[in-house]
């Protein structure tokens, strides 16, 4: 087999990627190099990086090829470039969580899950721009797609780099729509895991009841690769609790069942999905049911959903006023309009009134149970639409709402395009903790579309 090209390297998935340098065909500083000619030659216009520190990574690289020479055994993602969202804590760069309160903060650890890429052999190449402390006011990322709309959020840079091949893979975080979003605007793979299964040690606390970090990529088994490399136990977050890894390359390569059957839900905001999302919806769920023999069942969820959103503001409003009391207090004027207005709605939500959100997670986490026990998933838009023109916020999470107050893993496929030639992700939903076969669905699906 002949090398590579290594200045073409980045167009690579991350799995073609590993194997290559696993086959000696391609080396970890050839494939970072590739890497920052492309940041070199768009980032100017798409501004995906809050920091970039090119000798490190190359160190970095380095390193990891000297490891390889020596014939020692390798990680998982042994010399692969990830991109880390600026909330996200690292001991090499600075982590300013998309605010000048930040500035220059550098923290003494790495977060649980960058000490896990380190692990499995991953080069750290930089930190992605966050919305303003991963909340709702826009960093200078922009789509890359069309420069003129957003790329949104809060995960904007992860996405957006993962786009435009500036790295394989990224890291974000979502609170509410936050890398099911982005992915979606951006035209990438995106992984909202099952509460609780990504260690958020290291991480800037939103709101522990929602926080959920997730992943990027430009096909669904690197999705697959660099969560399954991220999943694992960490008695650091109180969240979590003892289980074993959830395997999901190898689960995603098994078979179906012969006639899996999935649920599409509109949500109760189906009135706010624009018209062409719901006229490629429609056609998608035809072209499925005339190839399956209609597997795919149109379900409303119960009326109790409609509190759901109002129950998540509450829920999330309340702990940003927690979490970000110290910055409110010393640095209100540094504030964004938006998060000051959140905060204060926070301060102002009694305890009762929280506790009594938090408690009918459980009620509705019930009624899902009943769904995904008839259903291998569930099949909803990832986003109302195309990523909207204009950069001064981030596009609605409204469609992702339901699924992380509740703690389901979600993926976006970027299937649709809307009539301006912007991509439109497809959401699908699996059960809390089924992550595994929530990608196994996921594989069927593609597989389906693509004969």
């Known amino acids: 087999m002949q090398r590579l090209q290594p200045s073409k390297s980045n167009l690579l ?23 920052f000619a492309r940041i070199d ?14 000798e490190r990574a190359l160190e970095q690289a380095r390193q990891a090829d000297d490891f390889r020479s020596r014939g020692l055994a390798i990680g998982a993602l042994h010399g692969l470039p990830v991109g880390i969202k600026d909330i996200i804590d690292t001991s090499d760069y600075p982590t300013e969580c998309g605010t000048i309160i930040h500035l220059g903060r550098r923290p003494d650890k790495d977060a ?21 402390m991963a909340v709702l006011s826009p960093g200078k990322t922009r789509n890359p797609h069309n420069t003129a709309h957003t790329p949104g959020g809060s995960s904007s840079g992860s996405a957006a780099a993962v786009s435009t091949a500036m790295v394989p893979l990224a890291v974000g975080t979502q609170t509410n729509g936050s890398v099911i979003r982005p992915a979606s605007y951006c035209g990438v793979y995106g992984f909202k895991p099952s509460f609780a299964r990504i260690s958020r040690h290291g ?7 929602l926080d959920t970090p997730g992943v990027f990529a430009r096909n669904l088994a690197d999705l697959a690769l660099i969560a399954d490399v991220l999943m694992r136990y960490d008695g650091q977050d109180e969240s979590m609790t003892p289980t074993a890894p959830p395997c999901i390359a190898r689960v995603m390569a098994e078979p179906v069942p012969a006639n899996p059957r999935i649920a599409f839900i ?35 969820l119960p009326g109790q959903f ?16 927690r979490s970000f009391s110290r910055e409110y207090r010393d640095g209100k004027s540094k504030l964004s309009a938006v998060l000051i207005e959140m905060i204060e709605r926070g301060q102002k939500v009694s305890n009762r009134k929280y506790q009594t959100a938090i408690g009918k997670i459980k009620d509705y986490s ?11 998933a569930v099949l909803t838009p990832s986003t109302p639409g195309a990523a909207p023109a204009g950069l001064e916020d981030t596009g609605s999470p409204i469609m992702n709402t339901i699924w992380t107050l509740c703690g389901t893993p979600a993926i976006n496929i970027p299937l649709l395009q809307s009539p301006e030639s912007l991509p439109v992700g497809v959401q699908l939903v699996g059960a809390k903790g089924d992550d595994a076969r929530l990608f196994r669905t996921g594989r069927w699906l593609l597989e389906l579309l693509d004969d």
């Open 203 to 209: 991480v800037l606390p939103q709101s522990m009841p």
């Open 13 to 35: 998935t991350a799995t073609e990627a590993r194997a290559a340098i696993e086959q000696g065909l391609l080396t970890s500083q050839e494939l970072v190099s590739a890497c």
């Open 266 to 300: 509109r949500t109760p905001k189906w009135d706010q999905v624009d018209q062409s999302t719901k006229d490629g919806f429609r056609e998608l769920i035809d072209e499925v049911n005339r190839q399956m023999n209609k597997t795919i069942d149109v379900i409303d």
């Open 41 to 54: 030659e768009l980032e100017e216009s798409i501004g995906a990086w809050a920091h970039l520190d090119r």
């Open 112 to 132: 649980t899950l960058v000490s896990l890429l380190r692990e499995a052999g991953a080069i750290i190449l930089g930190k992605t721009v966050s919305a303003e």
């Open 306 to 321: 409609n509190d759901c959103y109002e129950d998540h503001r509450i829920i999330m409003e309340a702990d940003l006023a």
């Open 366 to 376: 019930e009624c899902l149970d009943e769904i995904f026990g008839q259903y291998e």
